[in-house]
């Protein structure tokens, strides 16, 4: 009994201490508000500080991860299905045309197969075009030489090129240009798959006139008969 109201009178001084503290702590801020509200300030920023972290780590998914699969070979929708089953999402960044690849087929992926990534990791892929790349004529191909046309139509990527010779007073002039056989101009459209050919002036060849050639062997003959007349 005595052990227990030695207790409760510790208790007791323990209080009234506290309560003189909390009273000099509250004279403390009154007399100095600027440090008041500092402090104040202080721990509104930690809990602010400690409230951005948590979101952070649930919105990038902090301490999950997923390895990209090899997806390189695989059509954009079997790509898709595939990343997706690792938490994963797909997005086609860039196409390229491959007449010898089947349109839609993955060809490069990034990040690439094998690397680890967080879960929700977004995978750009690049896939071969459903279509031919169109390309547009922005400067005459006809009026000027044969390798001026030519160089061009091979930067704007065209492999396909025919030249035909026709007489013209102009050699190695391109005088007509056709894309798989539409006359070809500044501002045609057509796709670099497209069969291209250049009608390229010749000088023409200088042939001899036949009916002539026979007129003066008529007339040789004749000349000589008549002088054997004549004699």
């Not at 001026?148 to 013209?168: C, D, F, H, K, N």
């Amino acid at each position: 009994m005595i052990y227990l109201l030695c207790n409760l009178i510790e208790l007791a001084n323990f209080a009234d201490n506290m309560n003189d503290s909390i009273s000099k702590i509250k004279r403390f801020f009154a007399d100095h508000p600027i440090v008041a509200n500092l402090l104040l300030i202080f721990m509104v920023a930690c809990i602010l500080v400690w409230g951005a972290l948590l979101f952070l780590d649930s919105w990038t998914n902090h301490g999950s991860s997923s390895t990209v699969p090899p997806v390189k070979g695989l059509s954009f929708e079997q790509a898709r299905l595939t990343l997706a089953e690792n938490d994963l999402t797909v997005e086609i960044s860039d196409s390229i045309y491959d007449r010898n690849a089947r349109p839609g087929t993955v060809v490069e992926s990034w990040p690439r197969a094998g690397s680890v990534v967080k879960q929700g990791r977004q995978v750009y892929v690049t896939v071969t075009a459903f279509s031919p790349k169109q390309v547009t004529v922005a400067m005459p191909v006809t009026g000027v030489s044969s390798r001026q046309a030519v160089s061009y139509l091979e930067g704007l990527g065209v492999t396909s090129i025919r030249m035909v010779s026709v007489p013209s007073q102009y050699p190695d002039l391109v005088e007509r240009a056709y894309a798989d056989g539409k006359p070809l101009s500044v501002g045609t459209s057509f796709p670099v798959t497209a069969s291209i050919t250049l009608e390229v002036g010749t000088a023409p060849v200088n042939t001899f006139d036949t009916d002539r050639l026979d007129i003066a062997i008529d007339e040789a003959v004749d000349a000589i008969d008549f002088e054997d007349d004549g004699l």
